[in-house]
């Protein structure tokens, strides 16, 4: 595919959507990258997602030619994103690429997704290769390719550096509209964490795949919304939504059993990484009955998947005296 030139159609062009909540510094950085792109054959979009601290027009000041949509509530990555979404299928953009706020690109990133996408051929899922913004030479997201490829996945690899892989990522996810035709919007019942892995499972179910251009490059401040990688938010979300996952995709005993083993490692290691003294099932339970943060954040979030209360994070209920 050969890049489309700035006057051409919505059908040639992609709509960058950029999500910002509470997180201005961020959301201009990652717009100055936009800004910086060799390739221009995509238009930018702000959605402000009911930020208490961001005045939305300091966004229109600075960068004029950005489309700003100020939200009046926090729908968050989800619903936020499903704003953007339905505007780009209304308007006939050809692919939409989903950005977090915290992200950094190299100035060739958007040309090297689009030559992976006319490599590919086919619609697909579509990620750079993602590396940390503190450390630039960490990988967060740079997979091998298989030894036990297919043809096809071999000759991606060879020929174009674009490995497949085995699920989604949403910091930056660049979709064409046949994928969005097909699979729909972003379930808006996770609100944050894992919507992307559900995205990935409703299009794989279809027979569509997931591959890194690992010729595009860009970098990730990660969870900057949250207030860090490790937060009582984000792992209030993570064990809800992480059932909410299985009960979707993998609902027979193995697969519960198996979704259960999953949510096990990650609670474990998050609470040792915490600082927590965590050994086993006996150390892990231990550590969910105690009045840890994390700990808190964990109960409220099964008790709201098992309440069948999804969405955003309900505010603490205050302890007993």
């Not at 051929?121 to 960490?138: K, M, N, Q, S, V």
């Not at 995205?199 to 969870?223: P, T, V």
């Not at 290691?269 to 600082?275: E, K, L, T």
């Not at 954040?297 to 302890?319: E, K, N, W």
Request: aromatic letters at 8%.
């Amino acid at each position: 595919m050969t890049p489309a030139q700035p006057g051409a159609g919505p059908a040639d062009r992609v709509l960058v959507i950029v999500l910002n909540f509470n997180g201005l510094a961020d959301t201009l950085v990652c717009l100055e990258s936009l800004r910086r792109q060799t390739c221009r054959c995509f238009d930018v979009l702000l959605i402000d997602n009911g930020s208490r601290a961001d005045d939305p027009a300091t966004v229109a000041a600075q960068f004029p030619s950005t489309e700003v949509i100020a939200l009046t509530a926090n729908l968050g990555w989800a619903g936020g994103n499903n704003v953007g979404l339905r505007l780009a299928l209304a308007r006939g953009y050809g692919f939409v690429c989903l950005l977090n706020n915290d992200t950094v690109l190299e100035p060739a990133a958007i040309a090297e997704l689009l030559a992976a996408a006319a490599a590919i051929g086919t619609p697909c899922l579509l990620h750079p290769a993602i590396f940390f913004y503190d450390e630039p030479a960490r990988p967060q997201l740079c997979p091998d390719a298989p030894a036990t490829a297919d043809p096809v996945s071999r000759r991606l690899a060879t020929a174009h550096d674009v490995v497949e892989m085995g699920w989604a990522y949403g910091a930056c996810l660049l979709l064409p509209a046949a994928v969005l035709h097909r699979v729909g919007l972003l379930d808006e019942r996770f609100f944050l964490q894992l919507e992307e892995q559900d995205y990935y499972r409703r299009a794989a179910a279809i027979g569509l795949r997931s591959y890194c251009a690992r010729r595009a490059r860009i970098l990730h401040k990660e969870s900057a919304s949250f207030g860090g990688r490790m937060t009582a938010t984000k792992i209030y979300y993570l064990a809800r939504n992480s059932l909410l996952l299985a009960e979707k995709h993998d609902a027979t005993p193995a697969g519960i059993l198996r979704s259960l083993r999953q949510l096990f490692w990650s609670l474990h290691n998050n609470a040792r990484a915490s600082g927590a003294t965590v050994s086993g099932w006996p150390g892990l339970l231990r550590w969910l009955l105690s009045s840890a943060p994390l700990a808190r954040a964990v109960r409220q979030g099964i008790s709201d998947y098992a309440r069948r209360r999804f969405g955003p994070r309900p505010l603490s209920r205050p302890s007993r005296p």
